[in-house]
C-alpha cells in the first residue's frame, strides 16, 4: 500500500488549493477603498438606528444577526465558524426548489443521492443534521423531502452544532427559519399582508401556495400571526414517480406583558411519492454511451402470485439462494476474483439473465414501479416562552415535538417503516453585561430530549438487477415485501432513549477586538432498544444481531430481545476572533462532539447498545479569515478545517458514518449597487471512510458490473441476484468516499432593473467523480447553468426559470458506502419552471 504520509508533490498542490482561495479573499479586501465612498454616501442617509437594508441585495449579506449558530446575536462576519445564509429572496429570485439547489449559493455543500429523495443535506461530505428555528428535528435521509417554500431563511453550518444547540453529527446542519409574525425591530405589523402563487413546470409540475402574514386582536390583546399553505400534485420526468404533497405552517407571537412573550405554531407535511434508485445493471458503456445490457432474469415466482417471497429466492439455486459471497462457489475466497463463466453457469444458474442484448436505455427509465410508495406524514411543533430583556438578562423556554410515520416500498425487494418521534423542552437562560472592558454574555441551558422509536426495514432480499429497465418490472423481477406481509423483517426495532443535558456557554467580546466564545455540555443519555424477533426473517439474524447473548432461547419463545445503556458525554467548543484593519477578522476554532448513533428511523441498533457502541465523538479544528466591506455591501469569507471521528469502529451507514474531511471553504457575497447582486464559492473537499482505510478494504453488498469484467466474468451471469464479498482497497485514495467531488466551484448573478424587472444565474461546475470505492465507475464532470428572468410590480410577480440551461448530461451517485457503482441516478435534462404571484 502507498505511503499515506505528505510528499512534496501533494504538499504543492495543496499549497496552491490554499493560494487560490486565499487570493478571492484578498483581492475582496483591495477593491474595498474603491467604493467606499460611494457606500458611505448612501448609509449616511439611513436614519440612525434603523436596520441595516442594502437595496437589491436579497437579503444575502450578513449584515443580520444569526443566533441559530452560537446561540448568540452575532452576524456571519462575527461569528468564529463557516456558515452561510440563504434568504427567502434568493429562495424566490433563483428558483430553488430543493436542498440540492442550495450547492449553488453555499460552499460545503454537495449531496449524493439517496434513492432519488431531497432529504438531508450531506455537508462537508457527510449527512447533515437538520434543525427547525435552532431546535434539532429527526433523522431524515430519505424519508421525505425537506420543504423549501415554507422557510424565511435557511442557515447552512458546516461542522457540529454548539453545545447550547444540542449534539449533532460531525458535518453540520441546516437551520431552518420559518416565517415569522413580526417585521424588523420586533414591533408586529400594522395591517395584514397576503400572497397567493402558483407554478406550472415541466412534466405536469403543479403547485400552489399562499401565505397571510398581519396582526390580530383578541379583546385589547394583540398578536401577530403568519399562515402558510402549500399544495403540491405534480408528474416526473422519471416514470411512475409523482409527488402529491400537502404543507402547511402557522406562527403565532404574542406580548403576554412587556418582559413576557410567547410564540408558538408548527408545521404540518403530507407526502406522497417514490423513491428513485435510478439505473441498475451499471456499466461504464451506459454512463458514457447509453448502452444498456438488457435480458429477462429466471423464474422463481413458483405459486405464480405474480411476486418473489423470500422462501421463493431461497429455494433459487437448489436451495443456495440468489445471494452468492465472494467466489468460494468457484473454489476461490472472500474475493470476486476466483469467479468464472462457466463456475457461475454450472453452479448458480438463477443469477444469471437469459435473452441477453443491449439497447439504447431512457434516463427516464429507472428502478421505480408503478406500485412503489414513499408515504409520510410529518408534524412539527414548538412553543417558546420568553422573559427578559435580551440586553441584559433573558430567560427563555424552548418546547419542541418533531414526529413523522413512513411506510416505504419497492418492487426490487426494499421496503420499510418509521413510527417515531421526540419531544424536547429547554430553558436557555442569558446574561449580557457590558462594561469599560466590553459586552460580556452568558448563557445556562439544561434540556431534556425525549426520542421514541419504531422501525424496521426488508433489505436481505433486495435485487436490483433482475428488472430489465427497458420493459419493467414483471414477475420475473417484483419481490413480495416484508411491509406487505408484515413479516420476514431484516431489522424491526422498537425503543427509546432520553438525553438529559446542561450546557454552558459564554462570549467575552472585548472592546479591543479581541472575541472569545467558550462552552461545555454534559449528555446524560439512557437508552432502551427491543429487537422484535418475531417480525424478522430468523435467517437473516447475522445481518443485525450477531451477538448471542440477544438471541438466547428464552427471547426466541418470547418473540423479542432488549438491550439497556446509559452513559455520559461530554461535548465543548473553544472559539476565538479578532478584528484587524482593513475589515478582516481572522478566527479559529476547535470543537469535540459527542452524539447517539441513529439510523434512518430515529432507532438505535440493539447489539451497538449491547456492545455499548451506541455513542460516538467527533473533533473539528477550523481556522479562517472573514470580512465586510463598503458599508456591508461586500462580504468575503475562507475557512479551512479537519473533522476527524475520534472512533471510527461504529456508525451508520445512512446517516452516520465514521469518516475524516479536510477542506477549503470561499466563498464572496457583493451587492455592486442597488441592481446587481453577485457571489461565488469554492469548495475543497476530502472525505475518508476511516473503517475502509484502516482496514485496508470494504465489504460490498453487490459487485459492480466494471469490477467482475475486470476478472473476465459476464456480468449478466450475475445480474439475477444478489451477489456480495471483500474488495481491497489498493492505496489510500480508494478509501475516499466516491461521488463527492474534490473540487466545486459555483457562482450567482442577478440584475435587477428600475422598471421591476430582473434578470438571474447560477452555475456550479463539479469534477469528474468515482462512483464506488473500487474505483471501477467513473461519472463525468458536468456544468449546470440555472436561468432566471422575474418581472414585478406592487401586486404582480411573473418568474420563469430555465434549469439545466446547457442540457447537461450527468449523474449522481447512490449509497455509496454499500451499493457503489450498483445504482447511478441519471439526472434531469433542460427544464423550466414558471410561477404568478398576487399580493395584496
Not at 399582508?193 to 385589547?220: F, Q
Request: net charge negative; aromatic share 12%.
Amino acid at each position: 500500500m502507498r505511503s499515506t504520509q505528505s510528499d512534496p508533490a501533494r504538499f504543492g498542490r495543496r499549497r496552491k488549493t490554499l493560494l487560490a482561495a486565499a487570493t478571492l479573499l484578498a483581492c475582496t479586501a483591495m477593491t474595498a477603498p474603491a467604493f467606499a465612498e460611494e457606500a458611505e454616501a448612501e448609509a449616511a442617509d439611513a436614519p440612525a438606528g434603523e436596520e441595516i437594508v442594502v437595496k437589491g441585495a436579497l437579503n444575502a449579506l450578513p449584515v443580520k444577526d444569526v443566533g441559530t449558530i452560537f446561540g448568540f446575536d452575532k452576524n456571519l462576519v462575527e461569528t468564529p465558524r463557516s456558515a452561510s445564509t440563504v434568504s427567502k429572496e434568493q429562495i424566490e429570485r433563483f428558483g430553488i426548489t430543493d436542498i440540492h439547489d442550495l450547492i449553488a449559493q453555499a460552499p460545503g455543500t454537495f449531496t449524493n443521492s439517496f434513492f432519488g429523495v431531497s432529504g438531508s443535506l450531506d455537508i462537508r461530505g457527510t449527512p447533515g443534521e437538520t434543525y427547525f428555528r435552532g431546535m434539532r428535528r429527526l433523522d431524515n435521509p430519505g424519508n421525505y423531502p425537506t420543504p423549501i417554500g415554507a422557510a424565511d431563511r435557511i442557515d447552512i453550518v458546516r461542522g457540529p452544532a454548539s453545545p447550547i444547540m444540542g449534539p449533532a453529527k460531525t458535518g453540520g446542519y441546516i437551520n431552518f427559519v420559518p416565517k415569522t409574525a413580526r417585521v424588523a425591530g420586533g414591533s408586529f405589523m400594522s395591517e395584514p399582508k397576503a400572497e397567493i402563487e402558483y407554478t406550472r413546470s415541466a412534466w405536469n409540475g403543479s403547485k400552489m401556495a399562499a401565505s397571510v402574514v398581519g396582526p390580530g386582536k383578541l379583546g385589547d390583546h394583540e398578536f401577530g400571526y403568519s399562515l402558510y399553505g402549500e399544495l403540491t400534485n405534480s408528474d416526473s420526468y422519471y416514470r411512475y414517480v409523482f409527488t402529491h404533497q400537502t404543507l402547511l405552517q402557522a406562527a403565532f407571537d404574542t406580548d403576554i406583558t412587556d418582559k413576557l412573550r410567547l410564540e408558538f405554531g408548527g408545521m404540518y407535511q403530507n407526502y406522497r411519492g417514490v423513491q428513485n434508485g435510478g439505473w441498475n445493471r451499471v456499466t461504464q458503456d451506459l454512463i458514457d454511451k447509453g448502452i444498456y445490457t438488457t435480458g429477462q432474469a429466471k423464474p422463481l415466482d413458483t405459486n405464480a402470485d405474480g411476486k418473489i417471497s423470500q422462501a421463493e429466492a431461497r429455494a433459487a439455486n437448489g436451495g443456495a439462494g440468489l445471494g452468492l459471497f465472494g467466489s468460494f462457489v468457484c473454489g476461490g475466497g472472500i474475493l470476486a476474483s476466483g469467479l468464472t463463466n462457466s463456475c457461475l453457469a454450472a453452479n448458480v444458474p438463477d443469477l444469471g439473465l437469459t435473452n441477453v442484448g443491449t439497447a439504447i436505455l431512457s434516463p427516464r427509465n429507472t428502478l421505480t414501479g408503478q406500485d412503489d410508495k414513499l408515504d409520510s406524514n410529518v408534524k412539527t411543533a414548538y412553543a417558546d416562552l420568553i422573559w427578559g430583556d435580551p440586553e441584559s438578562l433573558e430567560i427563555k423556554n424552548q418546547f419542541f415535538y418533531d414526529g413523522y410515520y413512513n411506510i416505504n416500498e419497492n418492487a426490487y425487494g426494499f421496503s420499510q417503516f418509521a413510527d417515531s418521534y421526540v419531544i424536547e423542552d429547554k430553558i436557555v437562560a442569558t446574561k449580557k453585561v457590558k462594561s469599560a472592558l466590553g459586552t460580556f454574555s452568558f448563557q445556562l441551558a439544561p434540556s431534556i430530549r425525549y426520542t421514541n422509536f419504531k422501525h424496521a426495514d426488508d433489505f436481505g432480499y433486495e435485487y436490483f438487477g433482475r428488472v430489465d429497465l427497458t420493459q419493467g418490472y414483471t414477475p420475473l423481477s417484483t419481490r413480495l415485501l416484508s411491509t406487505q406481509t408484515d413479516s420476514g423483517y431484516s431489522s424491526y426495532f422498537t425503543g427509546h432513549y432520553s438525553d438529559a443535558s446542561v450546557s454552558a456557554l459564554t462570549d467575552l467580546n472585548f472592546d479591543f477586538g479581541l472575541d472569545l466564545t467558550l462552552g461545555g455540555r454534559y449528555d446524560y443519555l439512557s437508552v432502551t432498544s427491543n429487537a422484535i424477533l418475531s417480525k424478522m426473517d430468523s435467517t437473516q439474524f447475522w445481518l443485525n444481531i450477531p451477538t448471542a447473548a440477544l438471541t438466547t432461547s428464552a427471547d426466541l419463545a418470547r418473540g423479542y430481545s432488549t438491550a439497556k445503556g446509559s452513559k455520559g458525554v461530554w461535548s465543548w467548543t473553544a472559539s476565538a476572533n479578532y478584528k484587524l484593519p482593513f475589515g478582516l477578522v481572522p478566527y479559529g476554532t476547535i470543537a469535540k462532539q459527542a452524539v447517539i448513533i441513529a439510523g434512518q428511523g430515529a432507532e438505535v441498533d440493539p447489539n451497538n447498545v449491547y456492545n455499548d457502541t451506541w455513542v460516538t465523538d467527533s473533533k473539528l479544528y477550523e481556522g479562517g479569515i472573514k470580512g465586510s466591506w463598503l458599508d456591508n455591501t461586500l462580504y468575503a469569507a475562507l475557512s479551512v478545517y479537519k473533522q476527524t471521528r475520534t472512533d471510527y469502529t461504529v456508525g451508520s451507514l445512512t446517516v452516520n458514518q465514521a469518516i475524516k474531511t479536510t477542506g477549503v471553504e470561499a466563498e464572496v457575497r457583493w451587492s455592486v449597487d442597488k441592481h446587481l447582486l453577485l457571489t461565488g464559492a469554492y469548495t475543497h473537499t476530502k472525505v475518508v471512510n476511516l473503517p475502509f482505510l484502516n482496514g485496508g478494504g470494504t465489504f460490498f453488498y453487490y459487485y459492480g458490473a466494471e469490477l467482475v469484467k475486470s476478472f473476465g466474468v459476464n456480468p449478466a451471469l450475475l445480474y439475477g441476484g444478489a451477489p456480495n464479498g471483500y474488495v481491497t482497497l489498493k492505496d489510500a485514495s480508494m478509501a475516499e468516499r466516491p461521488g463527492i467531488p474534490k473540487n466545486l466551484y459555483s457562482a450567482t448573478a442577478t440584475y435587477s432593473f428600475d422598471n421591476g424587472l430582473a434578470l438571474s444565474a447560477s452555475a456550479s461546475h463539479v469534477e469528474s467523480v468515482w462512483a464506488d470505492y473500487a474505483h471501477t465507475l467513473k461519472l463525468p464532470a458536468y456544468t449546470l447553468v440555472d436561468l432566471g428572468v422575474t418581472y414585478e410590480t406592487d401586486h404582480w410577480m411573473f418568474r420563469f426559470n430555465l434549469k439545466n440551461a446547457l442540457n447537461q448530461r450527468y449523474f449522481r451517485a447512490n449509497f455509496v458506502e454499500l451499493y457503489g457503482s450498483q445504482n447511478v441516478l441519471p439526472e434531469l435534462p433542460r427544464s423550466w419552471q414558471a410561477s404568478i404571484k398576487y399580493k395584496f
